[in-house]
């Protein structure tokens, strides 16, 4: 499978280096695309890539291209979404899929008319450790589960695509994803409620999010996101008979089972990763293969449901980006 990158920014690196890293037979880190020739070729130079183009729109018509990881900002996913499956394209996106649940929804409905896979590059829901937590919810190590505690924050207010609406910025759909996706993953889908509150920067973006989310059979979660500085990102699990800390829900490192006393009664084995960016791209190689045109770790209904989280947040919020 030859990869392209759409977009040479920081998070492109990581993914370059990822596959670099991995080193699989049947993935070649192949082209890059950015909006500025001399960038693509010093990226591709820098991680043996034989490709480089100086427009997204070179990339998308490269008929040698089997997926394209699209990294640029949230405001963009959309319409280079659209460019690539206009060449019917298979696509790997960054979170935030887009920037609300309307545009999800049309790159979902092209994508199904061009029968062209289309994945989200929601990390966490294809890293083993997402596996072995819900294996030991579902062995009962905690007993029955009824509430989520998750935060995820880093000092990044002042990059451009954190702070201009312009970019679809703010904490929600940069940071604020990460534990809606953790609750998601491990409480389900069927939510009863969503509601939060936010403060926002000048601009008009939120930089500080508290949610709370509900489900219809009883359970809660309470996340917490924010740009103005690091948190401690655990993510507590809590169950009748314990609970469970995930340290580091952007990338867990540590799975330590407590139990009533407070005793830590286990600690869960987590494999090595090479940067934990590798699994989205082998579950994107494994559904080109068997023909799929989703990844079963994170579904098109998946998308959209977290798309509709974020939207109702921020409609409560009074937050609109200019472009909508
Ligand atoms: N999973 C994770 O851990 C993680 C971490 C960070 C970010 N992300 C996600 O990755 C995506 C990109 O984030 P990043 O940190 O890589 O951002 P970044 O460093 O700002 O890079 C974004 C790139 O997008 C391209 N771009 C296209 N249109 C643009 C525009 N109008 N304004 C600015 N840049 C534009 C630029 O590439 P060219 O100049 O080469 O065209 C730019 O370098 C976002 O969706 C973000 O949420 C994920």
Request: net charge negative; glycine share 6%.
């Amino acid at each position: 499978m030859k990869v392209g990158i759409l977009a040479a920014g920081g998070i492109a690196h990581k993914m370059a280096k990822t596959l670099v890293g991995l080193n699989h037979a049947e993935i070649e880190l192949y082209a890059v695309a950015s909006r500025s020739l001399d960038k693509a070729k010093a990226f591709a130079s820098e991680y043996s890539m034989p490709v480089a183009y100086g427009s997204y729109e070179e990339l998308a018509q490269d008929d040698k291209v089997d997926l394209i990881y699209i990294a640029s900002p949230h405001s963009e996913h959309h319409h280079h979404a659209m460019l690539c499956l206009k060449h019917k394209k298979a696509l790997l996106v960054e979170k935030a899929f887009t920037a609300n649940e309307q545009m999800a929804k049309d790159v979902l409905a092209f994508a199904k008319e061009q029968q062209t896979l289309v994945a989200e590059a929601i990390w966490t829901r294809y890293m083993p450790s997402r596996s072995i937590i819900a294996k030991a919810i579902d062995d009962g190590k905690i007993g029955k589960v009824h509430s989520i505690m998750a935060n995820l924050g880093y000092a990044v207010a002042n990059k451009e695509r954190i702070i201009k609406p312009e970019l679809a910025g703010g904490a929600l759909l940069d940071l604020g994803v990460y534990p809606i996706n953790f609750a998601m993953m491990f409480f389900g889908h069927d939510l009863a409620s969503v509601s939060g509150t936010c403060i926002k920067a000048d601009t008009g973006v939120d930089l500080m999010d508290s949610i709370t989310l509900t489900w219809h059979d009883g359970k809660i979660a309470c996340l917490h996101a924010t740009a103005n500085g690091p948190a401690d990102r655990n993510g507590i699990i809590y169950g009748e008979k314990g609970y469970m800390v995930v340290t580091n829900i952007n990338n867990p490192e540590k799975v330590e089972i407590f139990d009533n006393d407070h005793k830590l009664v286990e600690e869960l084995p987590l494999p090595k990763q090479v940067s934990g960016y590798e699994y989205q791209v082998i579950s994107c190689l494994n559904a080109l293969k068997e023909g799929k045109l989703e990844t079963p770790e994170m579904t098109h209904t998946e998308i959209i449901e977290v798309m509709q989280v974020m939207d109702s947040l921020r409609s409560d919020w009074g937050i609109k980006f200019p472009f909508e």
